[in-house]
């Protein structure tokens, strides 16, 4: 298998590092992040502008992408730069939305002037789809939805939600919110759903919504290594200009097997998400994709506290970057499924 990116793919992270480093200090970042609506909404569409959204979908579904390798792309480099603008909701709804054909939608999504949200999870429900207890009946929804990532301020919310036994998608823009702002940054909203207005987009969508959730995990384990990468060098960094006994702390070789530990951890977890993108959309999918996301899950935690053993009483402070990627690093595992629960999947898969 060839791990170098194509022509195409590296214009766009070459070009998608240079806009984030320019505009994502960590200040920009965290304003932004924790202040409501948890984003930028100038920036969002400047993204949209620059291609971003239209990389995750294929060409002839309005965009220029679509395989598991674009996604990763672009999440490794949003991670890079702890970006809190929502790009999981979006590639999660467009995704689902061009499954299902929605091709107007998808055009208002690609060209940035629709966000979408996407409405899945529940308080009482679990992973499984089948679990959820919302209801459309007579053109109405009723319900509520938890955590659903990218609600603030969202044009449209896409709501999976029950018609007897199938299980559906459905589109409104008069839903109830109670928006809030994650540990991490970045926003999300309970979604209250009381008999509201809602159009039917198919009331058979579970293949597609499955679909589109593994590519949004695929988009975390890109994540995650991006996030990753960064935190190394800001690591190895501190190492070298922390001084301890009248020398720098990275001369221990205790410490530099620690570092060299966590380099590996960092291609292992690139490694599987390779994988993980090359199968996307064929047979097996959802079996490497919980593969990938089960091994970030626990790298990940372990990679952060290692990061904030490293770097001491600094490395949990609010002014220093790393605290805001190890929050990040951290819930990446809990988002979609933890480690546990795609080890389940693994599991019922084999």
Same mark, same amino acid.
């Given at each position: 298998?060839?791990?170098?990116?194509?022509?195409?793919?590296?214009?766009?992270?070459?070009?998608?590092?240079?806009?984030?480093?320019?505009?994502?200090?960590?200040?920009?970042?965290?304003?932004?992040?924790?202040?409501?609506?948890?984003?930028?909404?100038?920036?969002?569409?400047?993204?949209?502008?620059?291609?971003?959204?239209?990389?995750?979908?294929?060409?002839?579904?309005?965009?220029?992408?679509?395989?598991?390798?674009?996604?990763?792309?672009?999440?490794?480099?949003?991670?890079?730069?702890?970006?809190?603008?929502?790009?999981?909701?979006?590639?999660?709804?467009?995704?689902?939305?061009?499954?299902?054909?929605?091709?107007?939608?998808?055009?208002?999504?690609?060209?940035?002037?629709?966000?979408?949200?996407?409405?899945?999870?529940?308080?009482?429900?679990?992973?499984?789809?089948?679990?959820?207890?919302?209801?459309?009946?007579?053109?109405?929804?009723?319900?509520?939805?938890?955590? &659903?990532?990218? =609600?603030? *301020?969202?044009?449209?919310?896409? /709501? #999976?939600?029950?018609?007897?036994?199938? %299980?559906? !998608?459905?589109?409104?823009?008069?839903?109830?919110?109670?928006?809030?702002?994650?540990?991490?940054?970045?926003?999300?909203?309970?979604?209250?759903?009381?008999?509201?207005?809602?159009?039917?987009?198919?009331?058979?969508?579970?293949?597609?919504?499955?679909?589109?959730?593994?590519?949004?995990?695929?988009?975390?384990?890109?994540?995650?290594?991006?996030?990753?990468?960064?935190?190394?060098?800001?690591?190895?960094?501190?190492?070298?200009?922390?001084?301890?006994?009248?020398?720098?702390?990275?001369?221990?070789?205790?410490?530099?097997?620690?570092?060299?530990?966590?380099?590996?951890?960092?291609?292992?977890?690139?490694?599987?998400?390779?994988?993980?993108?090359?199968?996307?959309?064929?047979?097996?999918?959802?079996?490497? &994709?919980?593969? =990938?996301? *089960?091994?970030?899950?626990?790298? /990940? #935690?372990?990679?952060?506290?290692?990061? %904030?053993? !490293?770097?001491?009483?600094?490395?949990?402070?609010?002014?220093?970057?790393?605290?805001?990627?190890?929050?990040?690093?951290?819930?990446?595992?809990?988002?979609?499924?933890?480690?546990?629960?795609?080890?389940?999947?693994?599991?019922?898969?084999?």
């Amino acid at each position: 298998m060839d791990f170098n990116l194509s022509e195409d793919r590296r214009m766009l992270s070459d070009t998608l590092r240079r806009y984030l480093a320019e505009q994502y200090d960590i200040e920009t970042r965290n304003q932004a992040a924790y202040h409501a609506p948890f984003y930028a909404p100038a920036k969002y569409t400047e993204l949209a502008d620059l291609g971003v959204i239209g990389a995750f979908v294929s060409e002839s579904a309005g965009g220029f992408g679509g395989e598991g390798f674009d996604i990763t792309t672009v999440f490794e480099e949003l991670g890079r730069a702890l970006c809190p603008e929502p790009m999981l909701a979006t590639l999660m709804s467009v995704r689902v939305l061009a499954d299902l054909k929605q091709s107007t939608l998808v055009d208002e999504i690609v060209t940035g002037q629709k966000r979408p949200a996407l409405a899945v999870f529940e308080p009482e429900a679990g992973e499984n789809l089948c679990d959820i207890q919302a209801t459309f009946s007579d053109g109405k929804l009723t319900g509520r939805k938890s955590v &659903v990532y990218g =609600a603030p *301020n969202a044009d449209l919310i896409l /709501v #999976v939600a029950k018609e007897g036994d199938q %299980i559906g !998608l459905y589109l409104t823009e008069a839903a109830e919110t109670v928006d809030y702002a994650m540990i991490d940054g970045g926003g999300a909203a309970e979604v209250i759903l009381d008999d509201t207005p809602a159009t039917c987009l198919s009331n058979d969508a579970q293949a597609a919504l499955e679909a589109a959730l593994d590519a949004g995990r695929l988009g975390l384990c890109a994540e995650a290594v991006g996030a990753m990468d960064v935190m190394l060098g800001m690591t190895i960094d501190y190492m070298k200009q922390r001084q301890q006994f009248g020398r720098s702390i990275a001369v221990f070789q205790a410490l530099q097997h620690r570092v060299v530990d966590m380099a590996i951890e960092i291609e292992q977890c690139r490694s599987i998400s390779v994988l993980a993108a090359s199968h996307l959309g064929a047979a097996h999918s959802a079996k490497y &994709v919980a593969m =990938a996301k *089960n091994l970030v899950g626990r790298t /990940v #935690v372990k990679f952060s506290e290692e990061v %904030i053993q !490293l770097h001491g009483g600094i490395g949990m402070t609010w002014e220093y970057p790393g605290a805001h990627y190890a929050k990040r690093l951290t819930m990446i595992d809990h988002q979609l499924g933890d480690a546990l629960t795609q080890l389940h999947k693994v599991m019922q898969a084999a």
